[in-house]
């Protein structure tokens, strides 16, 4: 599979690494020297500096004979040129576009119905709001997604302390707690990734991967001694348009928001907006407005701002204030294994989760969607079976796996089966796979020409 990236800033470069991992040919354009030399000197694809909307550079990059484009610089403009051009050049290519300005929602079947018929539009900041919603549905998850339609639940939790199940090996869960015992897909430990088995134990300040069926979640959930309360009263930090959208969301559903934001003009015009969020001028990092807020009587504060630091800085603030539980926006991946040393647990990025819903889009095989896990270090993916799939009609433990990956969930019909060694995937049944990144080539490799392309 051959993949034009047009863009070779953070989305650009990790979908780019993550694609080179898995043995993908793929080329990445920037008009950014910078940006070029820095993806040639830490990722093995090819380079090129120039215009992605160049049909010089765009035939220079084997635009004929690639798969996909993918357009994904920081300019809307830019990616939909990039599409346009890639258009008339290889009608045939299928075209992934990032438009993050809120004009284009309306907009997006449109291009896809018509000229330059973008097979997918990546808008990160409904994505982030996405995996925000998710994260307030679980206050006490560190990391949320969801499978068959939002049946399954893939859940990241940190074990602390007093946990029931801390010291306990796996193969225990159920005698010792005398509790159902969830799947456990994975293990994150001092930022290092576990595929486990029934031998592992669970160590506090673990963050644990587990499965769970929707309808069941309060009592797994109760396992850990993890806390279910509802979200009632929500403070954003950051009137941006992310900002923006999310408190829009959080009236839908009748939760009780406050929005701070510096900029004295912002604040009025979001206020004409709102019906009945409060808009507060001011400064999320300022202990005096947030304790005039009462902050410790807030269930959830999410901070939106365009800057790390001070989003870091305002969860942090309101975390040691009382706020009961916080969500940090990110952009740089950089800071990721910092968050959980420095008590940041909930974390979302605008840029990972547009990778996410790109390598749902582009992973070989009947690929329904695929989550990144910590960053980049695993994947969850949920895929089709065939009739002719090596993986039907067999017990589990007797198929050859991968060593790090796992088969966590199979969906029949309208009946969730979490998986033992004894199960059999029969035809048509949705599969949830959990892998290491080092695993992705090796489950594509075998699965290729087993799991049909959608």
Same mark, same amino acid.
């Given at each position: 599979?051959?993949?034009?990236?047009?863009?070779?800033?953070?989305?650009?470069?990790?979908?780019?690494?993550?694609?080179?991992?898995?043995?993908?040919?793929?080329?990445?354009?920037?008009?950014?020297?910078?940006?070029?030399?820095?993806?040639?000197?830490?990722?093995?694809?090819?380079?090129?500096?120039?215009?992605?909307?160049?049909?010089?550079?765009?035939?220079?990059?084997?635009? +004929?004979? #690639?798969?996909?484009?993918?357009?994904?610089?920081?300019?809307?403009?830019?990616?939909?040129?990039?599409?346009?051009?890639?258009?008339?050049?290889?009608? &045939?290519?299928?075209?992934?576009? +990032?438009?993050?300005?809120?004009?284009?929602?309306?907009?997006?079947?449109?291009?896809?119905?018509?000229?330059?018929?973008?097979?997918? %539009? %990546?808008?990160?900041?409904?994505?982030?709001?996405?995996?925000?919603?998710?994260?307030?549905?679980?206050?006490?998850?560190?990391?949320?997604?969801?499978?068959? &339609?939002?049946?399954?639940?893939?859940?990241?939790?940190?074990?602390?302390?007093?946990?029931?199940?801390?010291?306990?090996?796996?193969?225990?869960?159920?005698?010792?707690?005398?509790?159902?015992?969830?799947?456990?897909?994975?293990?994150?430990?001092?930022?290092?990734?576990?595929?486990?088995?029934?031998? &592992?134990?669970?160590?506090?300040?673990?963050?644990?991967?587990?499965?769970?069926?929707?309808?069941?979640?309060?009592?797994?959930? /109760?396992?850990?001694?993890?806390?279910?309360?509802?979200?009632?009263?929500?403070? %954003?930090?950051?009137?941006?348009?992310?900002?923006?959208?999310? !408190?829009?969301?959080?009236?839908?559903?009748?939760?009780?928001?406050?929005?701070?934001?510096?900029?004295?003009?912002?604040?009025? #015009?979001?206020? &004409?907006?709102?019906?009945?969020?409060?808009?507060?001028?001011?400064?999320?990092?300022?202990?005096?407005?947030?304790?005039?807020?009462?902050?410790?009587?807030?269930?959830?504060?999410?901070?939106?701002?365009?800057?790390?630091?001070?989003?870091?800085?305002?969860?942090?603030?309101?975390?040691?204030?009382?706020?009961?539980?916080?969500?940090?926006?990110?952009? /740089?991946?950089?800071?990721?294994?910092?968050?959980? !040393?420095?008590?940041?647990?909930?974390?979302?990025?605008?840029?990972?989760? #547009?990778?996410?819903?790109?390598?749902?889009? %582009?992973? +070989?095989?009947?690929?329904?969607?695929?989550?990144?896990?910590?960053?980049?270090?695993?994947?969850?993916?949920?895929?089709?079976?065939?009739?002719?799939?090596?993986?039907?009609?067999?017990?589990?433990?007797?198929?050859?796996?991968?060593?790090?990956?796992?088969?966590?969930?199979?969906?029949?019909?309208? +009946?969730?089966?979490?998986?033992?060694?004894?199960?059999?995937?029969?035809?048509?049944?949705?599969?949830?796979?959990?892998?290491?990144?080092?695993?992705?080539?090796?489950?594509?490799?075998?699965?290729?020409?087993?799991?049909?392309?959608?």
């Amino acid at each position: 599979m051959k993949i034009v990236i047009v863009g070779a800033g953070e989305v650009g470069f990790h979908t780019a690494h993550q694609l080179s991992l898995e043995n993908k040919d793929v080329v990445v354009i920037d008009s950014d020297p910078k940006a070029i030399r820095n993806v040639s000197e830490n990722i093995d694809v090819q380079t090129i500096t120039g215009s992605g909307s160049s049909p010089v550079v765009l035939h220079e990059a084997g635009i +004929r004979n #690639a798969d996909i484009l993918l357009a994904v610089t920081d300019r809307d403009e830019a990616n939909l040129a990039s599409c346009l051009v890639a258009n008339i050049i290889a009608p &045939d290519i299928k075209k992934f576009a +990032r438009l993050r300005d809120g004009d284009f929602d309306s907009f997006c079947q449109r291009f896809h119905d018509n000229a330059p018929f973008i097979d997918k %539009i %990546i808008n990160p900041e409904i994505e982030v709001i996405r995996t925000i919603e998710k994260l307030m549905k679980v206050p006490g998850a560190v990391d949320v997604g969801e499978f068959s &339609d939002g049946r399954i639940q893939f859940i990241g939790i940190n074990i602390d302390e007093d946990s029931p199940v801390a010291g306990i090996r796996l193969s225990d869960i159920s005698v010792r707690t005398k509790k159902h015992s969830p799947l456990i897909a994975a293990i994150i430990r001092n930022e290092k990734l576990i595929i486990p088995n029934g031998r &592992d134990r669970i160590l506090p300040k673990d963050v644990v991967y587990f499965i769970s069926e929707e309808t069941r979640l309060l009592e797994t959930l /109760k396992v850990f001694n993890q806390e279910t309360e509802p979200i009632r009263r929500a403070l %954003i930090v950051g009137a941006g348009r992310i900002g923006l959208r999310l !408190a829009r969301l959080l009236e839908k559903k009748g939760i009780s928001t406050k929005i701070v934001e510096k900029d004295p003009v912002r604040c009025a #015009a979001i206020a &004409d907006e709102l019906n009945k969020t409060i808009v507060l001028q001011g400064d999320g990092t300022d202990q005096r407005l947030l304790d005039e807020e009462n902050i410790q009587d807030i269930d959830m504060v999410i901070s939106l701002t365009g800057d790390d630091q001070t989003n870091i800085l305002a969860s942090l603030l309101a975390k040691s204030l009382g706020a009961r539980k916080t969500i940090t926006k990110l952009t /740089k991946f950089s800071y990721f294994p910092l968050m959980t !040393a420095i008590g940041i647990d909930q974390v979302v990025s605008p840029r990972l989760s #547009a990778i996410n819903t790109i390598l749902q889009h %582009i992973r +070989r095989g009947k690929v329904l969607s695929a989550i990144m896990i910590k960053g980049e270090q695993a994947e969850a993916i949920e895929a089709v079976a065939i009739e002719s799939s090596g993986i039907v009609g067999k017990p589990l433990k007797h198929i050859h796996f991968p060593k790090r990956a796992l088969i966590t969930g199979i969906i029949r019909n309208d +009946r969730i089966i979490i998986p033992s060694g004894e199960s059999i995937i029969e035809p048509n049944d949705r599969v949830i796979i959990f892998a290491e990144k080092q695993a992705i080539p090796d489950i594509e490799n075998k699965l290729t020409m087993k799991l049909e392309r959608i």
